[in-house]
């Protein structure tokens, strides 16, 4: 499992002192407010920064940095993930997971069939869809329902479905 989990990704810069403008990945842009701290995936290392100020514009978050005051200070961390930890994280409800812990999971049928690797979570209005990649790159999309998911075991690393009739005819 991932020790950190991204919940942003910076776009941009924002004016001239410091501030960027981030693309939230999480599913409540509102929870940047209660965040002190936050880990800047420099490609190199985790940056541990500050958050000073936190403002919303459109569907971007405005966030600025105790740690930079100017643009040029910011610049580089354009395309740049926004982590935090586990400890930061949301409390989960029941059934629920986070999508980097989901990714890789191996995909087997009610009927003991292995049809491949989780590979991406698609977030749609009704339901997520988990897209099952096989091992000839085939790939497969599985609605995120009790009657498809049949159960989640993240410590073997292991989805076990029920494929609804005719989802392998697609």
Same mark, same amino acid.
């Given at each position: 499992?991932?020790?950190f989990? *991204? ?8 004016g001239?002192?410091g501030?960027v403008?981030?693309? #939230?990945?999480?599913?409540? #842009? ?5 965040? @002190?701290?936050?880990y ?9 920064l500050?958050? &000073? ?5 459109k ?6 940095? @105790?740690?930079?005051? !100017?643009?040029?200070e910011?610049? #580089?961390?354009r395309? $740049? &993930?926004?982590?935090v930890t586990? +400890? *930061?994280?949301? #409390?989960?409800? +029941?059934d ?6 989901l990714?890789?999971? *191996?995909v087997v049928t ?11 979570v698609?977030e749609?209005g009704? !339901?997520?869809?988990? *897209?099952?990649?096989?091992? !000839? ?7 995120a329902i $009790?009657d498809?998911i049949? &159960?989640?075991?993240?410590e $073997? ?14």
């Amino acid at each position: 499992m991932e020790d950190f989990l *991204q919940v942003g990704v910076i776009t941009a810069t924002h004016g001239i002192r410091g501030e960027v403008k981030v693309f #939230p990945t999480t599913d409540d #842009p509102e929870r940047f407010l209660d965040l @002190k701290t936050i880990y800047l995936d420099t490609g190199r290392e985790k940056m541990l920064l500050h958050i &000073s100020g936190v403002k919303f514009f459109k569907q971007f978050v405005i966030l600025k940095f @105790k740690e930079f005051d !100017n643009i040029n200070e910011v610049e #580089p961390f354009r395309k $740049k &993930s926004l982590l935090v930890t586990r +400890e *930061q994280a949301v #409390p989960l409800e +029941e059934d629920e997971y986070f999508i980097a812990d989901l990714i890789g999971l *191996q995909v087997v049928t009610d009927e003991g069939e292995l049809l491949g690797e989780l590979t991406d979570v698609l977030e749609t209005g009704a !339901n997520d869809v988990y *897209q099952v990649t096989d091992k !000839n790159g085939k790939e497969l999309l599985l609605p995120a329902i $009790k009657d498809c998911i049949l &159960s989640v075991d993240l410590e $073997k690393g292991e989805m076990e479905v029920h494929v609804l009739e005719g989802l392998l005819d697609l």
